[in-house]
């Protein structure tokens, strides 16, 4: 079986930063892309950013230039830096990750983590 884990949420000021971990643990073989998605409220859950194996990356418009996906694969985790906060920032942030376990390709969802963006 095959989880991953969020942490690093919070309350934080607009203009303010803050940092999103997620690792991956079970019976991993490799890991593909991993991903940040968000569900603001009253909204659907939307792509934030992706990293896939060889580091490409892809941002949501919103976030480029204020967000910065990275990973580390010794870890099996990846990290989310958020910078320049908005109120509509706002939202539960979930992990998400491509893995190979010891016997089938499998899409591991987190149970997410608040981020609350607000003065």
């Known amino acids: 079986q095959v989880q991953v884990e969020e942490s690093g949420g919070g309350l934080v000021q607009p203009g303010g930063s803050l940092t999103l971990s997620c690792t991956a643990s079970?019976?991993?073989?490799?890991?593909?892309?991993m991903g940040w998605y968000r569900q603001r409220p009253g909204n659907e859950r939307e792509l934030v950013a992706t990293i896939n194996s060889v580091e490409t990356i892809d941002y949501a418009g919103s976030v480029k230039g204020r967000f910065t996906i990275s990973r580390d694969n010794a870890k099996n985790t990846v990290y989310l830096q958020m910078n320049s906060l908005k109120s509509e920032d706002t939202a539960v942030y979930y992990c998400?990750?491509?893995?190979?376990?010891?016997?089938?390709?499998?899409?591991?969802w987190g149970q997410g983590t608040l981020v609350t963006v607000s003065s």
């Open positions: 079970g019976s991993i073989f490799s890991i593909n892309r």
């Open positions: 998400n990750a491509d893995v190979w376990s010891d016997t089938e390709k499998l899409v591991v």
